[in-house]
């Protein structure tokens, strides 16, 4: 059983277009978040969600829309794709709290905008 | 503004060699400090994380040693092995509900024959 799957794991998209990626995760855990690893494989937090409630969101352009119906899904949605928005978006999953520092991470969605 | 500075980029270690990996930090308000291993197409995975009550812990063959004075730390992967073959992010982040990790830039670990 994957703790924290993804999917699509590759997404190869027009400019311009509208997509989103899927994260469940099975460890009861009651915090998520999704990071974008670059082509320099800089990660970079983008947003978090504790209890289906947005605690943290970072600098991302308001074409990314998370959507977190239960704590144990965390969807990602992003409208009018650019080059830039090429990238790997890894979900994750942590306990709030004193533990919320012990990620446990998808094996990541490789989008590929062109 | 880059709080986690991580050196080397690359590193080429023979086999039964010892490989290290250095980061630096900026805000001292980071409390936890984990090193992440990421293989090729997978997810990156907790290795072994410390705490700044401590100046060393080790599991293992992989030891973080942890300098709080200069705000330092490094991972040290004893008798390394092809298997290490990865990329290691060093990490930081204080503790609480809202906290975040902020990551270093990655080392590209080859272990040779």
């Known amino acids: 059983d994957t703790a924290v799957s993804q999917t699509p794991k590759y997404l190869v998209t027009q400019m311009g277009n509208d997509k989103s990626i899927k994260c469940e995760q099975n460890l009861g855990h009651d915090t998520m978040y999704w990071y974008k690893q670059d082509s320099k494989k800089f990660l970079k937090i983008m947003f978090s969600?504790?209890?289906?409630?947005?605690?943290i969101n970072e600098t991302v352009p308001n074409r990314f829309s998370p959507k977190s119906p239960d704590k144990a899904h965390l969807n990602l949605h992003i409208n009018s794709l650019e080059l830039g928005d090429s990238a790997v978006y890894f979900c994750a999953s942590s306990w709030g709290g004193s533990g919320a520092n012990v990620l446990t991470f998808g094996a990541g969605s490789r989008l590929t905008v062109l | 503004q880059q709080q986690v500075k991580q050196s080397p980029q690359s590193l080429i270690v023979q086999k039964g060699g010892i490989s290290i990996i250095n980061c630096a930090y900026e805000n001292t308000a980071f409390d936890y400090f984990p090193w992440y291993q990421q293989f090729p197409g997978k997810g990156p995975a907790l290795l072994i994380a410390i705490r700044p009550d401590v100046s060393e812990k080790k599991e293992g063959r992989f030891t973080i040693s942890f300098n709080k004075s200069a705000k330092q730390f490094s991972l040290h992967i004893m008798d390394s092995q092809p298997g290490d073959s990865a990329t290691y992010f060093c990490?930081?982040?204080?503790?609480?509900?809202?906290?975040?990790?902020?990551f270093g830039t990655g080392t590209r670990l080859q272990v040779t024959l």
């Open positions: 969600y504790n209890n289906k409630e947005l605690i």
């Open positions: 990490a930081a982040s204080n503790t609480g509900t809202a906290s975040k990790l902020t």
